[in-house]
Structure formats: structure tokens, C-alpha cells
């Protein structure tokens, strides 16, 4: 923009059109110290990363009943000691995020924490961890353990990135706050009236399980490839039909999956059934540059009703098809 041009843009022709939370988004992810720029195809894409923010959010809060109707802080929080590992993985990921964010906003470096936030609801959240999650969510016992678990981390990462945020989207962190469960020594009238996250040092003591599973979901994308392509040529329908097997060359990889048992692997992945091979299985073709071969085919057995994975255990009664993990669950 320059004066002398007459080209200015004035923030009351942006917040009509844009709303003046995505002004302020656009105003942190600025980098000051070189030319700051503007243009509908900025605002565009910023529109795109503001929907992402707010759609993770969304589902974060799904997972927690409206206004905490299925998950109550006070009463359902698991210990973080209980917590199934992959819970803790994303607490880790979420304290380190708090670290980042805390320190940027000291020197007032706003699109570090932009930056920080989007990558980490694109990547650690939506890619990973929210879709891995959704089966325990869904499927699991309504107050099993593994469930709470889930809630917990969930509860504690919104309650994070929501503060986190609060600065910037004032109004849309507000509506987040309002809308989620709280305990009772939490102020709740305003998300700017609550603390900022603090980074918490305990959490980062013991990092070996954090790298184990970071090192998991560098194989995971060469599984998730093999189900793509095995989806196109239509060898499985989805993926969570699927039976993998996964074989590789690499001994340090190959140490690394054996240490996790089958039925994690087989969640981690997405699929029905997951299985470790000793050689090559075949008509398998590695896919180039990747670490791991994996033969997918559909599993044996029925589909589930409830659960939609494939078991040889799958029995029907007047209801329809259900695996013995869903019978359990439904007292069955
Ligand atoms: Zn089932």
C-alpha cells in the first residue's frame, strides 16, 4: 500500500467482508520484518487455514458432548499415568506446541505462533491423532477407560490451543470456550480472563515413547499410500476392511513395529487386521522410496455393523452383524 498511490486497503472494507477475526489472522501471520503483503488471495487461503482451526475444534468439541454433557473435566478426567501412550503422545506434542507459542508471543513474534497452531491442527491433530482416535471414540465403552482417556487429551489439547488462540481469534477462541466442558476452578465468563497455557517440564522427562511413535507415523504414511492405491485399483473398498501385511528390509523399522503389539498396529493404521511378515509376502511390489512393502487385501471374516471392521468372529443376532468387541461393549 502506498499513500502517495492511493491504493490503501482500510480494515473497515476487510472486517465486512471477511469478518474481523480473519483480520487480525492475517495481521499475526505477518511476517513485520520484511514487506507486508494483502490480497484477496491472501485473504483466501488465510479463510482456508481459519476453517481448519475452527473445523478441528469443532470436532474436538463433538468428542466432548455439547457443553459437557458426555464428558464432565471434574468427574471424567484420566490420570495422565493412566492415559493409553498414544494420549500421552499428544500431550507431549500439545506442551511442546504451548512452549513454542509462549515464547513467540514474548518476542512478539505472532506468526511463529500461527504457524505453530496450523501445522499442529493439520498434521499431529486432524491427520493422525483425531482420525486414530475416532474408532476408540465411537466404538469404545461410553466411560471405558480407553475412551476417557481419549476425552481427556482432547479436553486438555482444546483448552491449550483455545488460550493459545485467544489473542488473536478473540471472538472465535470465545465461542470455543463457551461452548466447551470446564472444571469448576476454571474461568468461564471470558477465554481472555483465563491463564495461558503453561509449558510443563514433567511432560518432556521421559521422551522415549514420543519418539517411538513419532518414528511410527514416519512408516505410517508408506501403509497409508499402499491402502490408497490398493483403494484406487479397488482392491478394498475402505480401509478399514483392509488386512495388511507389512514386511521390510530395514532392521532398525522392523524392530521398531514388532515392539508395538498387533491389535495397536492394527488401530495406528486404520485397518482390520495388521500382520508383520519375515519376508517379502507376495505379489507385493514395494512402492518406490518407501520403507515398508505392503500387501493389502481384504480381511477374512464379516463385517461389523457397528464398527465397520472385518472379523471371522462376526455373529449376527435379530439386530444385525456384530465382532466380539462390539458385543462386549453392548453387553451382548
Ligand atoms: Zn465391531
Not at 471424567?76 to 500439545?94: E, F, G, N, Y
Amino acid at each position: 500500500m502506498h499513500k502517495s498511490l492511493g491504493n490503501s486497503v482500510s480494515p473497515s472494507e476487510l472486517i465486512p467482508k471477511y469478518g474481523a477475526d480473519l483480520v487480525r489472522l492475517w495481521v499475526a501471520s505477518s511476517d513485520y520484518r520484511v514487506d507486508v503483503r494483502v490480497s484477496d488471495a491472501i485473504f483466501g487461503q488465510l479463510s482456508e487455514t481459519y476453517r481448519k482451526i475452527r473445523n478441528t475444534a469443532r470436532i474436538l468439541l463433538a468428542n466432548l458432548g455439547d457443553g459437557g454433557s458426555d464428558f464432565d473435566p471434574a468427574r471424567d478426567q484420566v490420570a495422565v499415568a493412566d492415559m493409553l501412550p498414544l494420549d500421552r503422545w499428544i500431550l507431549a506434542k500439545t506442551n511442546r506446541l504451548v512452549r513454542t507459542c509462549r515464547e513467540a508471543y514474548d518476542r512478539y513474534e505472532f506468526h511463529t505462533v500461527y504457524h505453530g497452531i496450523n501445522d499442529f491442527c493439520t498434521v499431529e491433530l486432524s491427520k493422525l491423532y483425531i482420525d486414530i482416535t475416532k474408532d476408540r471414540l465411537y466404538c469404545s465403552g461410553r466411560t471405558s477407560r480407553e475412551r476417557r482417556s481419549a476425552q481427556t487429551a482432547m479436553y486438555r489439547v482444546l483448552s491449550a490451543i483455545t488460550r493459545l488462540l485467544a489473542p488473536i481469534l478473540a471472538f472465535t477462541s470465545n465461542e470455543i470456550w463457551g461452548a466447551m466442558p470446564h472444571t469448576p476452578e476454571e474461568r468461564t465468563d471470558h477465554v481472555l480472563l483465563a491463564d495461558m497455557p503453561a509449558y510443563d517440564p514433567v511432560l518432556e522427562e521421559d521422551q522415549t515413547e514420543e519418539t517411538r511413535f513419532d518414528r511410527l507415523f514416519e512408516l505410517r504414511d508408506d501403509v497409508m499410500k499402499a491402502l490408497e492405491l490398493a483403494r484406487a485399483e479397488k482392491t478394498i473398498g475402505k480401509s478399514l476392511e483392509a488386512k495388511i501385511t507389512v514386511y521390510t528390509a530395514d532392521k532398525e523399522a522392523d524392530a521398531l513395529l514388532r515392539s508395538f503389539d498387533a491389535d495397536t498396529l492394527r488401530k495406528i493404521f486404520i485397518v482390520s487386521d495388521c500382520a508383520l511378515a519375515d519376508a517379502m509376502p507376495d505379489h507385493t511390489e514395494a512402492i518406490e522410496g518407501a520403507a515398508l512393502a505392503v500387501k493389502v487385501e481384504i480381511a477374512p471374516g464379516e463385517k461389523c455393523d457397528r464398527c465397520w471392521m472385518n472379523s471371522t468372529e462376526t455373529s449376527a443376532d435379530g439386530e444385525g452383524k456384530l465382532c466380539p468387541r462390539c458385543r462386549a461393549v453392548l453387553g451382548k
